[in-house]
Each structure stands twice: as C-alpha cells, then as structure tokens.
C-alpha cells in the first residue's frame, strides 16, 4: 500500500475521532445506548455545507453544526427524562426526525462542497504543510477535543456525570440531579458527532443525507479495538483508545478495499469487527484463566511427586 493510502487512513481516522469520543461518552460514561449518533453525525454535515455555501465561514459553520449536534442530544436526553421514553427508543425516535430535518436543511440529498472555501482548502494550499496538511489539522482538532473533554470530565460536573453512568441510584442518594447530568452528557457526545460530521462533510467535499447510516457501529467498533489495545484503565487511557480504535479501524477499512473487498460488504465488516473486539477480552480472559488452572495442576502433581519421595 501505498503512502497516500496510510495517509488517508490516518487522515479519516482522526477525524471521525470526536464521533468516536462521542460514542464513547454515551456507551461508556453516561451506560446509555444512545442511537442519536447516526441522526447526528448527517445533521452536523448538513448544518455546516448548508452554511458554507450560503457564503459563511468554514469555522463559524462547523461551531453552529457543534451546537446543533448539542440540540439533538437534548431533545434525546428530554425525551427519557420528562417523558420517561426508554434509552434506545428515544435515540431511534431522535434519530429517524433528524432524516427528515437534515433533508430540509440541505434541500437536497446531496450539498456539493466542491466549489466553495473549507477549512481544508486553506490547508491545502500550504506548499509547506503538503502532502500531511489535512492530517495535521486532524491531529490538532482530535488533541484539543481530547484535552477539553479531558478537563471537563475531571470536573465537579465531569465526575457526577461519570458517576451517573457507574451508579445512578447511588449519586442520586447524594443529592445529584441524574436527569440533568443525562441531558449534559447526551448534549455533549452529541455535539462531538455532529462537529465530526461537519469536518468529514468538509474533508469529503459534499454532505449526503445517508454518510451516517452505521455511524454507532463504526464508533463502537473504534471504542472497542482502542480499549483492546491501548486500555481503559485511567480516563486518559480510555480517551486515548477511542482515538487510536478511530485511526485502526481506518486503516482496516482501507487495507481490506485494497485487497479487493466490494465497498458493499463494509458494512459486514464492521459488524464481524465488532464481535471479534467484543470477543478478544473474553476469549483472553478464559485463556489465562486455562493456563493458570494449568499451572496450578502441575503444581500439585509437583508436589505430590514430592511427597511420595
């Protein structure tokens, strides 16, 4: 493969990374599965193209895209906390509006980018910075919005929202209100998804009312690789593998369309990554505690050789 290819892979990989990180809040921090994402993910490349070729800045279109994802996190979070809707039916309710609202956005499937000015044009036409300028801006936007988060969960507000996932009726015995801890977290994840959405939109050259179908199950499938490799034991290790499970599950996408894999079958891919990452700590777990039996065995017979002498 070649360098351009790696590139790419590196390129995307980072910038999905704050949909990755927003899948990460909602799966892991709040426990809530939340299926606003794909809904999410279309609306923050629809708000920001609509925006762009409306004749606004790039910078500005992706903030009103961040703050639109936010939105959609809220309605989600209001309907499970006033109207008691289930976790997933609230997402699947949030997310199946947000089709139609991202269509009278754009007004079209399709908003072409192509011949209007992104954050990506600026960087591409730094002679200095080519051919890495796209994946420098992608490092720089996934390590400020890693740092921040990072800051924010080690918060008052961060550590209750946390609690909130680990233990809700306990932090609620404490006199934290658990309702409003969801609609910040869910506003939050949301927020980073649609600011994902917005920069891939610009990075791709035009937005479409279907680049977020899958988007829960690629975020997963990065959460979960990221946590098989790298850990999740402290909250910056955690952060850290849903970056690096970002940049890895490209770079697969992208080795397995080289070696000639319909891109109708990706879909089936991330599905088998999933259960394969899902399944690696089990079948870990079991083989150690099969070598540890094992050794425990040979341990007695040891000694019993031992005491027949």
Known sequence: M???????????????????????MTFRVLDYPDLTIDGAFTLGAAVAAKFIVA?????????????????????????HTQLRVAPLLSGILTMIALY???????????????RVKTIFTW?????????????????????????LLYLFLETELGMS??????????IRSLGVNTSTMKLVGLAIANALVALS????AQ???????????????????????GEALVGSQTLVRALLA??????????????????????????????LIVVVAMAFPLVRRRLGLRALRLRSEQGAAAGQRNQDL
């Not at 070649?2 to 899948?23: D, F, H, K, N, T």
């Open 242 to 271: 849903a970056i690096t499970g970002s940049i890895i599950y490209r770079a697969v996408i992208s080795l397995v369309l080289q070696l000639g894999l319909p891109p109708t079958d990706l879909k089936l891919l991330t599905s």
């Open 100 to 114: 139609s609202i991202n269509l009278r956005i754009m007004g079209q499937a399709n908003l072409s980018l192509l």
């Open 55 to 79: 004749g606004y800045d790039p910078w500005l279109a992706l903030l009103l895209a961040i703050l639109c994802g936010a939105l959609a996190g809220l309605i989600t979070g209001l309907l």
């Open 197 to 200: 959405g917005g920069l891939v």
């Open 203 to 225: 990075y791709q050259g035009f937005a479409d009312i279907g680049m977020g179908i899958g988007m829960i199950i690629a975020g997963l499938a990065a959460v979960i690789i």
């Open 2 to 24: 070649s360098l351009s290819i790696w590139l790419g892979a590196l390129e995307q990989g980072l910038l999905w990374g704050a949909m990755v990180l927003g899948v990460y």
């Open 161 to 170: 929202i946390r609690a909130t996932g680990d233990n809700e009726q306990m």
């Open 123 to 147: 960087v591409k036409g730094l002679p200095a910075l080519d051919p890495f300028g796209p994946a420098l801006l992608g490092l720089l936007v996934a390590a400020l919005v890693l740092i």
